[in-house]
């Protein structure tokens, strides 16, 4: 089953722009991460973020979660054009007495440069 | 990429064919996954191992047999594939069972003709 959902599915800005990018999910969860693909390749981690933390910074990301409404947003501040890629929220999804990562269908980001 | 590689990058074979997908990781994790990424679709996990044991099999179809020799290597047996199985497949591996940062190999991509 789907546990996380980005939005918005696609998003084409400028370089320089920032990217703003959410994940919505459904059940409680213990942590949510934010992963990035470059087309055709493999994954790759960006950031963690605690059910108890509300925010957290790497870089030029920056990470917010609320529990209270299901979300996540990942915002990409002065975008470059190597930020295109396609971005996935992960989440920990209870099934059968241990938590399984379920991940999202992503946003694909185009950064013009 | 040498944290996580995978062998071959591409495949294609026939409905009647058996192949097989490799999956190393110089890590030194303790889990390993496989996934599937089809398009438009949210990456589905197949199978987990962790220490060597199958944690997780995500209701997979019999026709993909998963191996796990050791806690570095994992293996994707195919046969009787379907077209709809044409897919990238990726690896991954973390310290420990989820939920944690996952490491991604590059994947492979099959096409079942």
């Known amino acids: 089953s789907q546990q996380g959902e980005e939005d918005p599915q696609a998003l084409s800005i400028q370089e320089g722009e920032n990217a703003t990018m959410n994940c919505s999910y459904k059940?409680?969860?213990?942590?949510l991460q934010w992963y990035r693909q470059n087309s055709g390749r493999g994954l790759v981690h960006l950031i963690l973020i605690r059910s108890n933390e509300r925010e957290k910074h790497s870089g030029r990301l920056r990470v917010t979660l609320d529990t209270s409404k299901k979300s996540s947003s990942l915002l990409i501040t002065a975008s470059r054009a190597a930020d295109t890629a396609s971005y996935f929220c992960?989440?920990?999804?209870?099934?059968?007495?241990?938590?399984?990562?379920?991940f999202g269908r992503g946003t694909s980001l185009i950064v013009h440069p | 990429e040498t944290g996580v590689t995978q062998t071959p990058r591409h495949l294609v074979m026939g409905m009647t064919n058996k192949k097989s997908l490799k999956c190393e990781q110089h890590?030194?994790?303790?889990?390993m996954y496989w996934y599937k990424q089809s398009a438009k679709k949210p990456l589905e996990l197949m199978f987990v191992?962790?220490?060597?044991?199958?944690?997780e099999n995500n209701s997979v179809p019999s026709r993909f047999s998963p191996e796990c020799p050791n806690s570095s290597h994992l293996f994707l047996h195919l046969h009787t594939l379907q077209p709809e199985d044409s897919a990238l497949y990726l690896c991954?591996?973390?310290?420990?069972?989820?939920?944690?940062?996952?490491?991604f190999g590059p994947g492979t991509r099959l096409t079942v003709t």
């Open positions: 890590l030194g994790h303790n889990a």
């Open positions: 992960a989440t920990d999804e209870a099934s059968g007495g241990s938590y399984i990562p379920t």
């Open positions: 191992y962790s220490l060597e044991e199958r944690v």
């Open positions: 991954a591996s973390s310290q420990d069972f989820f939920p944690g940062e996952q490491y």
């Open positions: 059940t409680s969860i213990n942590n």
